[in-house]
């Protein structure tokens, strides 16, 4: 049980959430995408989301701004926040404008918010599930693209529900947050992108 938790708390990292968001925005999108298009956006949002954000983590663990990976502690989750904050925010002003997507660009200010809010709560000291936003905002998205796109997607959305409670299982197995710090970083990932679609749906 222990290495499964870990699997899908790997699965479904934070940091792998906008990737996957992006390729299920493309895979239900009926609008025509070609393939210049596709990469000219998946291909910057993995390396700002994913390589860039872990490049980080190894520096400031060498320069010992944070102890782990983990981020078990509120402290330590101030400057990982900030940098991806920063980020998201270049992909959100440099890489979407190129190939625009409003849909995408949305989806993206979805988790500007969501991680500003983690990070205001780090700087008062509270620590929520990092995971459980990055879900709660790829569900909630793929709702709002089910309505938006009038798609029967509910084998998708069904999965990633199923998805959501397995990672709130593992999160609370491995010990990591408890029950009202994944509860409440679930709600901050959904009502982030709940909150936006008065813009765009």
């Known amino acids: 049980m222990r290495l499964f938790s870990k699997f899908i708390s790997f699965l479904f990292h934070p940091m792998l959430i906008p990737t996957y968001g992006s390729i299920f925005y493309f895979m239900v999108?009926?609008?025509y995408s070609p393939i210049e298009l596709k990469l000219g956006n998946l291909i910057p949002i993995f390396i700002l989301?994913?390589?860039?954000?872990?490049?980080s983590l190894m520096i400031l663990k060498q320069v010992g701004m944070i102890r782990s990976r983990i981020l078990s502690s509120a402290e330590e989750r101030i400057y990982p926040l900030l940098i991806f904050l920063a980020l998201v925010l270049m992909i959100l002003l440099r890489v979407i404008p190129n190939n625009y997507s409003v849909e995408l660009y949305y989806f993206f200010m979805g988790i500007a918010l969501t991680t500003a809010s983690c990070l205001l709560l780090a700087l008062l000291g509270k620590v929520v599930s990092l995971h459980m936003a990055g879900i709660?905002?790829?569900?909630m998205f793929m709702v709002i693209l089910s309505f938006h796109?009038?798609?029967?997607?509910?084998?998708?959305i069904s999965l990633c529900t199923l998805a959501t409670g397995l990672l709130a299982s593992a999160r609370l197995f491995l010990n990591r947050h408890g029950r009202a710090g994944v509860l409440t970083g679930w709600l901050i990932g959904m009502v982030a992108q709940l909150i936006l679609i008065q813009f765009w749906l």
């Open 29 to 31: 999108s009926p609008k």
């Open 49 to 55: 989301t994913v390589l860039i954000p872990l490049g």
């Open 136 to 139: 709660g905002t790829l569900l």
């Open 149 to 156: 796109f009038e798609r029967n997607i509910v084998v998708a």
